[in-house]
């Protein structure tokens, strides 16, 4: 055990006396974060719209087909008001339309558009599909008398919200693996591992110890991001429930561990030593894209969707991004969770299977 | 009393036969050296008795204990210094002795060990900012960390000054004087002259021939063998030492 602990203390005091460990985990996402948390890039948000038809004439289920077949949104049909603000809340819709039936009149008067608070753009898209399909829907729609707007008390965290919770999963595993490929590397190149050898420890200790060192400062690094982004980008983290930041730390613990096994893997499995860090960078750049980071699959075209779906990042980044968005708990992202340990299952065999002290 | 036995060891890479069956004994206390052109077999075979590499035939003990069976228990009554030397770069002489120290469990006074290789006042540099015959200092250092009984230096003064090489045969002597078992592989001749009690001399994985240095110089003269170089009093290096003195340059 006194080794171990050893080994981490040694490990973490090589992570910070070098320049370029701390440049690469520490400041570049930082300033990663900062550059894209001030983009102004909008319409980033789900392309799904709830709607709730308390109407339920002819009239009100002609104008939801119409809805239906635009392109550029995707209709949810809902049945209540607290089920839209929750989705609303959580993020998987963008907005809500809530379908009213008129009190004298057999025509349907009104139909309010639920948004975010300060979620414009929003608010313009859909206003404008309403009018589109009004302009064409022909004989089968009556105009409506009455197009509302109402603002839910749900902050609309905008594309900062998204990129915080991304670039600290997208730290996690460059962290992760790049410490792996180049630190521990290097250490086996320039003969440490084998001078630990001729002691009675095996050097397994030591990878060990790196490991749990570097583990520990992927989380400090992930509450760091997140921490910024409140006081420097001013976004909310964990909608003020600690389940969320409990589980931002189970998230950050899995993915650090999940990404230095997948470091270990390629380092085995990379024929030679020169060629381990471009298949790390074979492994990592496709996610960087892919995997929900800068923006949404959603805006991916559908079949390269599918491979996002299967790429360890993609749940590590939803999971993330799901608790410090829209304060989710571990119990609500369990399905992240699952395949984010099936992924570590998968790594690690591919470790013991290959991996070499020599 | 003998505390290194190797009996008929053999080593065999792919193709090639590193170590073609060596016979050799240690005596206790004694400074030993294994003498060879390069390639002729001498790290493989200290390697193996160092429990870094196994061997492919042949059996090894030292202190009654089988170098291939009971490599841990081996492990922990011996002090190494490997060939290349190198260690973390970015942690300080004292933290690389405590650490070492640490897998051993056992107990000493980082500062005492550095002060014997004369390391004391580099104890808070990091290991990268140190010339070559420092790190081997360091290296002969962290191999105390034991106290070991057998002590291994493969080829410890290759690329030194003269200074920094007479300093380390120094430091090799006082071993001894401690009554610590030396083994010492070299290819400068005079290093085994001047340090070792007997020496094997190897080539292309076999031992030639096993005896003191002045035994063997004694055999070759007997036989009628004439030096073309006349001896003199003194040599170059005699020379160069007492015009640039003994101190250290390093530091």
């Known amino acids: 055990m006194k080794i171990y602990l050893s080994f981490t203390i040694a490990a973490s005091k090589m992570f910070f006396r070098r320049k370029s460990s701390i440049f690469w985990s520490l400041f570049f996402p930082v300033v990663t974060m900062l550059v894209f948390g001030n983009a102004n890039i909008i319409g980033y948000s789900a392309p799904n719209v709830g709607l709730i038809d308390y109407a339920n004439t002819d009239n009100s289920r002609s104008i939801t087909e119409k809805l239906k077949e635009s392109k550029s949104t995707e209709i949810q049909l809902l049945y209540s008001e607290n089920e839209a603000i929750e989705l609303l809340t959580k993020g998987s819709i963008a907005s809500y339309l809530t379908i009213n039936s008129s009190s004298n009149s057999n025509s349907e008067s009104e139909i309010i558009i ?72 290097s250490y086996k190149n320039q003969g440490v591992l084998k001078r630990l050898q001729a002691t009675p420890i ?157 | 009393m003998s505390i290194i036995q190797v009996r008929n060891l053999k080593k065999k890479y792919d193709k090639f036969e590193a170590v073609r069956g060596i016979d050799f004994e240690v005596n206790e206390g004694e400074v030993f050296g294994l003498l060879g052109p390069n390639g002729a077999g001498k790290t493989t075979t200290v390697e193996i008795l160092e429990g870094l590499i196994k061997s492919t035939e042949g059996e090894a003990f030292i202190n009654d204990l089988d170098v291939s069976k009971d490599t841990k228990s081996v492990k922990k009554i011996i002090g190494v210094q490997l060939q290349s030397v190198n260690f973390f770069e970015k942690l300080s002489l004292l933290e690389i002795v405590e ?39 360091l290296s002969i250092a962290v191999a105390l960390v034991n106290n070991p009984k057998v002590l291994f230096f493969d080829e410890p003064t290759t690329g030194l000054d003269p200074q920094a090489r ?66 003199r009093e003194a040599t170059l290096e005699d020379v160069f030492i007492n015009l640039t003195g003994k101190s250290l340059r390093e530091d």
């Open chain 2, 166 to 231: 007479r300093n380390l045969w120094e430091l090799i002597k006082s071993f001894q004087e401690e009554g610590k078992t030396v083994v010492l592989t070299t290819h400068y001749m005079e290093e085994a002259e001047e340090l070792c009690d007997r020496v094997a001399i190897i080539d292309e994985g076999k031992i030639i021939k096993i005896n003191s240095p002045s035994n063997l110089i004694d055999e070759l003269t007997k036989s009628g063998f004439k030096s073309s170089k006349k001896i």
């Open chain 2, 99 to 137: 650490l070492f120290s640490t897998l051993y469990s056992y107990s000493v006074d980082p500062n005492k060990i550095l002060e014997r290789v004369g390391l004391l006042n580099k104890k808070d540099s990091y290991f990268k900012t140190l010339s070559g015959g420092q790190k081997q200092r």
């Open chain 1, 202 to 358: 095996s050097p397994s200790h030591f990878i060990v110890g790196h490991l749990i060192s570097r583990v520990t400062i992927i989380i400090l690094q992930t509450f760091l991001l997140l921490i910024m982004g409140v006081f420097i980008l001013g976004v909310s983290i964990g909608q003020g429930s600690i389940m969320a930041w409990i589980n931002i730390l189970l998230f950050s613990l899995l993915g650090g561990v999940l990404f230095l096994s997948i470091g270990l893997a390629i380092s085995s499995l990379a024929p030679s030593e020169e060629s381990a860090p471009a298949l790390a960078n074979l492994v990592t750049f496709p996610m960087l894209f892919l995997s929900g980071v800068f923006f949404p699959i959603d805006f991916l075209p559908k079949f390269v969707g599918y491979i996002s779906n299967i790429l360890p990042l993609t749940h590590l980044a939803q999971g993330i991004r799901l608790s410090a968005l829209y304060g989710n708990s571990t119990l609500t992202t369990l399905p992240q969770i699952g395949i984010t340990i099936l992924w570590l299952a998968i790594a690690f065999s591919i470790c013991a299977l290959t991996f070499k002290w020599e």
């Open chain 1, 114 to 185: 639920t948004t975010r608070k300060d979620d414009f753009a929003e608010k313009e898209v859909v206003s404008n599909l309403i009018n589109s399909v009004m302009l064409e829907g022909g004989d089968s729609i009556k105009e409506l008398d009455n197009i509302k707007s109402n603002i839910a008390n749900i902050n609309y965290q905008g594309y900062k919200g998204f990129i915080i919770p991304g670039i600290a999963a997208m730290a996690i595993m460059q962290n992760g693996i790049f410490s792996v490929v180049f630190t521990l590397l």
